[in-house]
């Protein structure tokens, strides 16, 4: 089977989908080679994440890698989620096919720029290397080919 059982039950019922209503971040990435684009939404109290949403319009893993992705998150200080890597998401997943793997990195940049999107509205400094995920632009993958 090509997709593990987590990847078809995040995909067939999605935890965390919906807008969020007066979001304290919000991140928007989308993958310009499949068009696929991804939003994430933070509630952050006390630096804490209480709440994440995510609305995915693309693939099927990237809709379980959202809803993975905000599960991942939900409790966890800002600080740790910043932390959150694609690998982590698909591990999490337990696994996902070699092509998929783009779409988990969407969900590590939708979380980091809805964090940085959450700096920027409370005027909290940061160091901007922190969000230098060094994938590809043009494909989104960790290491690519394309420059
Ligand atoms: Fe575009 Fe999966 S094919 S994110």
Redesign the pocket.
């Known amino acids: 089977m090509l997709y593990s059982e987590k990847v078809m039950d995040h995909f067939t019922n999605p935890r965390n989908l919906g807008k969020m209503e007066n979001a304290d971040g919000v991140g928007e990435v989308g993958?310009a080679?499949?068009?696929?684009i991804?939003k994430i939404y933070l509630k952050v109290e006390n630096d804490i994440i209480v709440d994440a949403k995510f609305n995915t319009f693309?693939?099927?893993?990237?809709i379980a890698?959202s809803s993975m992705a905000t599960e991942m998150i939900k409790g966890k200080p800002i600080s740790e989620a910043l932390q959150l890597s694609n690998q982590a998401v698909v591990e999490a997943l337990d696994g996902l096919p070699p092509q998929?793997l783009?779409?988990s990195v969407?969900a590590e940049e939708a979380v980091q720029a809805a964090v940085k999107d959450y700096y920027d509205k409370n005027g909290i400094a940061y160091d901007p290397d922190m969000f230098k995920t060094g994938h590809c632009h043009e494909c989104h993958e960790g290491q690519c080919s394309c420059d």
């Open positions: 993958n080679k499949c068009g696929d991804m693309g693939c099927g893993s990237a890698s998929k783009h779409c969407l």
